[in-house]
């Protein structure tokens, strides 16, 4: 079983959460000072809690303490939780509600989550419940309560999809074989009824079926565990017949965990909805499987002809939850390869994360080498030290090559080095090459120099928006000096990084999205009344501050993305060392052991989770003109002319 599956998923509905508390606010919805999580003992109450953690630990926006509270007195402890800076997630036993309901009132939520079809903690369930309505009235807190629901029975008459009240209609009217059940079902939208119409409590229900994970499935509609592993064990993906006749819907962890969240601030009070993420059949769902792994596995497909009038329709109508403007988190071809690289011998393949460089990204490397070569016939001449630097140096290090997903190639200088290259390289460089930098005219306003490739585009969202010179490139990344003394530390980088952020948002000349579009939004109009040459001359008096200090035992990464976290040792990196590199030998520091600890953290020689192994930018253009093919007596190509193609003079 691969166990870094369930660490990237966890991870990944982390990042659903954080991305719903990412729209609450930016849309200046409130949040709440208390989190209370109620939940029996089923797999997704695991996620659930696991999820929080991070999101207590990274999410700008959980502005909270969380706490999980087990529904089910003999429930089995869950993971030690964590407690991080305020943002706290602790175990509270039931009996512990009548302590907490008697603090101070604050705003507050609870989210109950069960497993309804489960019989064994009924009991126990209600009585939890009861509390928490009981709580919720004495704290008017608000209460999204959760439930998996039984197999749904086959909906009659040729009917797809039932709405929230004709679900209710058709389980506890007019199924009468199915209610039994349904009664433990039933018996709490009974009781959430009675909270919200009796009690006045803030309450919603939502209702989730046929629920999976990589690692476990409440799915009683279809056996998706079971039918991967028999898939893998024959080798062969089989389709017949019947595997047309039954329709179901099915909800990915991810998008149970974030709807929960959602509804707490998105959802109407007293309103039950149905949630799930996708409408599948056994055909369907096999087909998926087969189109994810057709290099293992073989299709028979045994089908001429079925029965449309036959097929028996398990769903639930979700319209009235994707209304609430819900947007599901993972397409449904995804789910069920997580769920197949878990539970068998296959590799996760992450290059749809990089499918955009349409094949390309071995030439990029390729190129990115070509100038890296060009670096180094200069740096040698002039004795200038440089060193692999970024991803660059985390590949070098752990793979003695580039990182298979990374796009661009990083080198770092100490600031006198970095003095004489930007000098003389400008005067070295073959007539292949550009120097961007803000100093030279070349309409460049990074704080980071590139060396550039002629005749080519490499441009991100950011960059393509002005008319620059915008080919593959390498990125010159500077470490400068800094005080020993740690308030003047921060006193150096808090400036650093406020002269960047302006710099950034007037050369965008628009607002930038997620935390600092407001803060943007107003500064504009001003910053556009400072000349760029300002700018930069204020960021080089910033950097160069502490460029004479003799004693100096740390270095900030001035123009890159780590400077405001905190500071480097600056042993190691003043002596290189030549490894190999992607066909080639390149610098490393000789101790690089404190730079990678500080740019990745102590783990850095373990492979991230999949998820994040993705390319670093986000592209608007790739075009690498003559240089596309590795043939070099092609001849010239048309110069590039940043206007547009049809501004390119004919050759």
């Known amino acids: 079983m691969n166990s870094l599956i369930i660490t990237d998923e966890i991870e990944m509905t982390a990042s659903a959460v954080d991305r719903v508390l990412t729209r609450v606010f930016l849309e200046k919805k409130k949040f709440y000072d208390k989190y209370y999580f109620v939940c029996d003992d089923n797999f997704v109450s695991e996620y659930i809690v696991q999820a929080m953690n991070i999101i207590a630990q990274k999410s700008r926006y959980f502005l909270g303490s969380a706490y999980f509270v087990p529904a089910c007195a003999k429930s089995e402890k869950l993971e030690e939780l964590l407690a991080s800076e305020g943002c706290a997630i602790s175990e ?20 109950t989550f069960v497993n309804s079809a489960e019989k064994k903690n009924q009991k126990s369930v209600m009585k939890a419940l009861d509390k928490v309505f009981t709580f919720a009235g004495n704290n008017s807190s608000r209460v999204v309560v959760g439930t998996l629901l039984p197999l749904m029975p086959p909906i009659p008459q040729g009917i797809d999809h039932l ?8 389980v506890e009217e007019y199924a009468e074989d199915v209610r039994p059940d349904f009664e433990f079902y039933t018996s709490v939208e009974k009781r959430c009824r ?23 499935q409440h799915t009683p509609a279809f056996d998706l565990k079971g039918t991967i592993l028999e898939v893998f064990k024959n080798q062969c993906v089989e389709i017949t017949r019947e595997d047309y006749e039954t329709t179901f819907t099915l909800t990915y962890i991810r998008d149970v965990v974030a709807s929960l969240i959602f509804s707490l601030y998105k959802v109407k009070t007293g309103h039950t909805y149905n949630v799930a993420t996708y409408t599948a059949s056994p055909a369907t769902i096999k087909l998926a499987i087969y189109s994810k792994c057709k290099e293992y596995l073989k299709l028979k497909c045994d ?15 979700t319209l009235k939850f994707r209304n609430m403007r819900y947007k599901t988190f993972c397409r449904r071809t995804t789910a069920i390869y997580s769920m197949i690289c878990y539970l068998s011998e296959i590799e996760y393949d992450n290059s749809p994360l990089v499918a955009f ?9 390729d190129l990115e080498i070509y ?12 004795g200038i030290k440089y060193f692999l630097a970024g991803g660059s140096l985390l590949g070098a290090v752990r793979n003695g090559m580039s990182i298979a997903w990374d796009d661009d190639l990083d080198i770092g200088m100490l600031r006198e080095d970095y003095d004489k290259f930007r000098k003389v390289f400008q005067e070295e460089m073959g007539e292949q090459f550009v120097y961007s930098c803000p100093t030279n005219g070349s309409g460049s306003h990074y704080t980071i120099d590139k060396v550039r490739l002629k005749g080519t585009y490499f441009s991100t969202n950011y960059s ?18 800094t005080s020993n003394n740690k308030f003047l530390q921060k006193l150096h980088m808090a400036y650093l990084y406020a002269i960047t952020k302006a710099l950034e948002v007037r050369w965008y000349n628009a607002p930038r999205k997620n935390f600092h579009y407001r803060a943007s939004k107003l500064a504009l109009p001003f910053l556009r009344l400072i000349p760029y040459c300002v700018y930069h001359g204020m960021f080089e008096l910033g950097v160069s501050f502490y460029k004479n200090k003799k004693n100096a035992k740390y270095l900030i990464d001035s123009v890159g993305k780590k400077l405001i976290d905190g500071v480097m040792p600056i042993d190691g990196l003043e002596e290189v060392q030549y490894v190999d590199f992607d066909g080639i030998k390149a610098p490393i520091p000789v101790d690089y052991t404190g730079y990678l600890n500080y740019a990745y953290g102590p783990d850095y020689m373990n492979l991230p989770t999949y998820s994040k192994r993705r390319a670093p930018h986000n592209f608007a253009r790739i075009d690498m003109g003559e240089y596309i093919f590795e043939n070099k ?11 547009g193609e049809l501004f390119e003079e004919e050759i």
């Not at 393509?464 to 010159?476: L, P």
């Not at 007596?633 to 206007?643: A, E, G, H, L, M």
């Open 194 to 216: 009675q909270a919200v119409r009796d009690e006045k409590i803030d309450a919603t229900l939502l209702r989730f079926d046929n629920v999976f994970a990589p690692d476990n």
């Open 633 to 643: 007596d092609t001849p010239q190509f048309r110069s590039v002319n940043i206007k």
């Open 163 to 170: 709405a929230e009240r004709e679900y209710n209609f058709f």
């Open 464 to 481: 393509s928006k002005n008319e620059v010179e915008d080919g593959i490139f390498i990125d010159i990344l500077v470490y400068d000096k």
């Open 357 to 365: 460089y349409d094949g390309k990204l071995a030439r990029l490397k």
């Open 371 to 382: 100038i890296l070569n060009e670096i180094e016939r200069v740096c040698r001449k002039h």
């Open 303 to 317: 089908v001429e002809d079925y029965d449309k009038e036959a097929i028996e329709y398990r769903c639930m109508s």
């Open 92 to 111: 509270i036993s039931p009996d512990n509600f009548e302590k907490i309901k008697n603090k101070k009132k604050e705003t507050s939520c609870v989210i």
